[in-house]
Each structure stands twice: as C-alpha cells, then as structure tokens.
C-alpha cells in the first residue's frame, strides 16, 4: 500500500501547508484519511476530487474536518459538470451526533463505523483505539494483510499505544509538543512520548506529525531519537511511504 501525507500541521495549515489529511492507496483503491484545513487543494496535486472512493474520519476537531464541506462542494459540481453522480461513503464515528450528520450532503453520506469492531474497506483492515483527547476521537491500525500502518490521530500519551502500533511498519503519531512539554490538558503528545510508543511496539518507522507550527521543528526528531533509535521522519506535504 502506499500512503501520501495531504496535511500534517496541528491546529492550523502553517503557511502554504494544511492540516491533517493522508491519502492511502491500493489496487486502484484511494482511502483519504481525514480532511483538515487546506487538504482538498493540496489532494489535487496527487489524486483528483473525482476518483477518491472513501473517507474516513478520526474526529470531528476542524482540523481534521475542515475540508469536509469543501470536499461535498467539490463532488457536486462534479456532478454538474460531468453528471457522475455517485455518492462517496464518508465514515466517521456517532459520538458527535452533530458532527457525524454533517458528513451527508446531497453525494456524500455518512456512514457509521463501529469502534469496537473491524472495519473491511476496499483493501483495508482498520480496527479502532479510543484516545486520549477533549472529545471522541479514534486511532487507527490499518492493514492490507501485508504491511500495517498505525496512525493515532490526536492523542496525549496512553499506554495502550504500544501494544495497538506492535511491529507496524509505519507509526504515524501525533507530536504537537517538543520535548518536556505537557500536552495531555490539550490531548496531545511531545516528542519524547512519540519516541516513546515507537520503542514499545518496536516499528519499523515513525513519522511525527500533527505538528507545532513554532520553534524548530527539526528538533522533535532528535528529541524523539532519546527514546527510539529506529528510523524517525518529520510528516511534510507530499511524502510517500510504500509498504
């Protein structure tokens, strides 16, 4: 499978950049994973409006939704212009009543995934771990029953995570803190507690992203690297992992 990052920033796109958003891809199958701020012009580098076959949503924070509605916006007029009218599934959870309803628009619809089970989606195997976060919000551990990737969407530090990402061969985690900052109030987590993870579950790589739009960034790397000597990436725009 391949993943490609859309958005990587928390909060906020940081300029020129988005929020959170990954587009994962297999056997002519495309999943976008999140859509936060800025993600649908930046999608369109990679892969076109028209041929994303599903979404699927963490939580309903803006920016990990932002874009939803430009996305809606953008299938309709898909249908103006070329009459496709397929309706694109977009799957997030019912613990926000009002958030999930906003997934259905007159070609997209919302689909309720259930957190305790699996979810078979095009190729994809995704199970669900409740975070650490303000409102419901879910990792996810996906596999096309070759490689696995674990993204923990926004998540302060739980101990969980360690047995959920075991031997993934991509952690993706939230970082939105350097090193001896407390994210936990905010339901976020620092570079050394990435680091951390990364070393119970023994990962092949460990891509830090939700990321600070302050400081030096390049520093969560190093900060990381004190807890986990495995391979570690800063998330940017437009990088792709082949697994």
Request: aromatic share 10%.
């Amino acid at each position: 499978m391949k993943l490609t990052v859309i958005g990587c920033w928390g909060g906020y796109p940081a300029k020129d950049g988005a929020t959170s958003s990954y587009l994962l891809e297999k056997d002519n199958f495309s999943l976008l994973i999140d859509v936060g701020s800025g993600a649908l012009s930046k999608l369109q580098k990679y892969k076109q409006v028209a041929d994303i076959d599903a979404v699927i949503i963490s939580h309903y924070h803006h920016d990990h939704v932002a874009d939803i509605g430009v996305l809606q916006y953008a299938r309709l007029i898909e249908y103006y212009v070329t009459g496709k009218n397929a309706v694109l599934p977009i799957y997030g959870h019912d613990g926000d009543k009002e958030g999930f309803e906003s997934l259905s628009h007159t070609y997209t619809k919302g689909v309720n995934y259930d957190p305790t089970k699996t979810l078979e989606l095009g190729p994809f195997s995704i199970t669900f771990l409740k975070t650490n976060h303000p409102v419901p919000c879910y990792g996810m551990r996906i596999t096309d029953g070759e490689s696995v990737i674990v993204y923990t969407a926004d998540s302060s530090y739980q101990e969980e995570w360690g047995s959920f990402a075991k031997e993934a061969n991509l952690l993706i985690t939230d970082c939105n803190y350097y090193a001896g900052l407390d994210g936990s109030k905010a339901g976020h987590m620092n570079s050394e507690e990435a680091g951390k993870i990364a070393a119970q579950a023994n990962v092949e790589l460990l891509m830090l992203s939700h990321l600070p739009q302050y400081g030096e960034i390049s520093k969560l790397v190093k900060e990381a690297k004190q807890k986990f000597d495995g391979q570690i990436k800063l998330a940017r725009e437009g990088f792709v992992w082949n697994g």
